[in-house]
């Protein structure tokens, strides 16, 4: 197993460039950094360095490695900046994430009006590492806009959600006040991922209407969507919660004529209790998306 000493000084030797410089760096004799690189080689059986007259030259397998042990130092530092503020007063910390989908403009939000008393680290993540990093401990909970079936973790609804049509403010269909697929014919559109759920109920409802959806783009995030669209180009079908009018000004958001219903899903272990800053605001959430929603079906509102 790799000990973290030889991955801080193997870090040291790629940033540094040699054996001397490194050894100065980490106050320790040329021999003892020789030996810890040698000894990674042989513990890893990889070739990381091709030793020259007057220097060592990274190898492919060394440049990988390099990008993994960034992370693995960035969480260390992580970790220490936890335990100094626990050793110095007692605040409560929270931890989670949230799918790409709903961190450009949902979760700010929620979190720009949360008890500031409570220290949170929030992240973007991919749906397929929720599970595991969730009944890790990673991240206390998620949340997405997809339910994820594992039995890991329970997947609980806290809030509607849905998908709107979204067009530049120059295109004719910001007109219309609803927006049917037949619409979408001669237009060029995004697509966030066609893999997903919600991609494949789109191409299907073009195939259903005997359109070949040939003019396309595809990308990975909601807000590339956005961008590209508030830049002129394309026409979308998103999650209403990766939108954000006052961010994207060129835009306009229009209704579909046949609503594509979501829900936003609470991802939590199923073996773990939450602690109570969790609690706190998973009940925060719940009220804040409750009062949307009463603002969205009271007329009077």
């Not at 360095?49 to 990988?64: G, W």
């Not at 799918?99 to 009006?113: R, T, V, Y």
């Not at 979408?184 to 559109?189: A, M, P, R, T």
């Not at 959430?285 to 007329?299: H, V």
């Given at each position: 197993?790799?000990?973290?000493?030889?991955?801080?000084?193997?870090?040291?030797?790629m940033?540094?460039?040699?054996?001397?410089?490194?050894?100065?760096?980490?106050?320790?004799?040329?021999?003892?950094?020789?030996?810890?690189?040698?000894?990674?080689?042989?513990?890893?059986?990889?070739?990381?360095?091709?030793?020259?007259?007057?220097?060592?030259?990274?190898?492919?397998?060394?440049?990988?490695?390099?990008?993994?042990?960034?992370?693995?130092?960035?969480?260390?530092?992580?970790?220490?900046?936890?335990?100094?503020?626990?050793?110095?007063?007692?605040?409560e910390?929270?931890?989670?994430?949230?799918?790409?989908?709903?961190?450009?403009?949902?979760?700010?939000k929620?979190?720009?009006?949360?008890?500031k008393?409570?220290?949170?680290?929030?992240?973007?993540?991919?749906?397929?590492?929720?599970?595991?990093?969730?009944?890790?401990?990673?991240?206390?909970?998620?949340?997405?806009?997809?339910?994820?079936?594992?039995?890991?973790?329970?997947?609980i609804?806290?809030?509607?959600?849905?998908?709107?049509?979204l067009?530049?403010?120059?295109?004719?269909?910001?007109?219309?006040?609803?927006?049917?697929?037949?619409?979408?014919?001669?237009?060029?559109?995004?697509?966030?991922?066609?893999?997903?759920?919600?991609?494949?109920?789109?191409?299907?409802?073009?195939?259903?209407?005997?359109?070949?959806?040939?003019?396309?783009?595809?990308?990975?995030r909601?807000?590339?969507?956005?961008?590209?669209?508030?830049?002129?180009?394309?026409?979308?079908?998103?999650?209403?919660?990766?939108?954000?009018?006052?961010?994207?000004?060129?835009?306009t958001?229009?209704e579909?004529?046949?609503?594509?219903?979501?829900?936003?899903?609470?991802?939590?272990?199923?073996?773990?209790?939450?602690?109570?800053?969790?609690?706190?605001?998973?009940?925060?959430?719940?009220?804040?998306?409750?009062?949307e929603?009463?603002?969205?079906?009271?007329?009077?509102?």
């Amino acid at each position: 197993m790799i000990k973290l000493l030889q991955i801080e000084f193997f870090r040291a030797v790629m940033f540094h460039g040699s054996i001397n410089r490194a050894s100065h760096y980490l106050c320790v004799s040329q021999p003892v950094v020789s030996r810890v690189i040698s000894k990674l080689e042989n513990d890893i059986g990889l070739t990381l360095f091709e030793r020259k007259a007057s220097h060592l030259v990274p190898t492919k397998n060394a440049y990988v490695l390099n990008r993994y042990c960034d992370d693995i130092f960035e969480t260390t530092n992580r970790l220490g900046s936890v335990i100094k503020s626990l050793q110095g007063e007692q605040v409560e910390h929270l931890k989670f994430c949230a799918s790409p989908a709903l961190c450009s403009s949902f979760m700010p939000k929620l979190i720009a009006k949360f008890d500031k008393n409570i220290r949170i680290h929030f992240e973007s993540s991919m749906i397929r590492d929720m599970p595991s990093n969730i009944e890790s401990g990673f991240y206390e909970f998620g949340l997405t806009i997809w339910p994820i079936p594992s039995e890991k973790v329970d997947c609980i609804p806290v809030a509607d959600s849905g998908f709107i049509f979204l067009c530049h403010n120059s295109n004719p269909l910001r007109q219309l006040p609803r927006i049917r697929f037949e619409h979408l014919v001669d237009q060029e559109f995004i697509f966030t991922n066609r893999s997903m759920p919600v991609g494949e109920y789109i191409e299907r409802r073009f195939n259903e209407i005997g359109v070949s959806c040939e003019k396309y783009l595809e990308v990975d995030r909601a807000e590339i969507v956005c961008s590209l669209i508030n830049s002129g180009r394309g026409v979308s079908i998103i999650n209403r919660h990766g939108f954000d009018q006052e961010q994207w000004k060129n835009i306009t958001a229009i209704e579909l004529e046949k609503p594509i219903h979501a829900n936003v899903y609470l991802i939590v272990p199923k073996l773990r209790d939450l602690s109570s800053a969790a609690a706190a605001f998973i009940d925060f959430l719940k009220a804040e998306c409750a009062k949307e929603k009463q603002g969205t079906t009271d007329p009077h509102s």
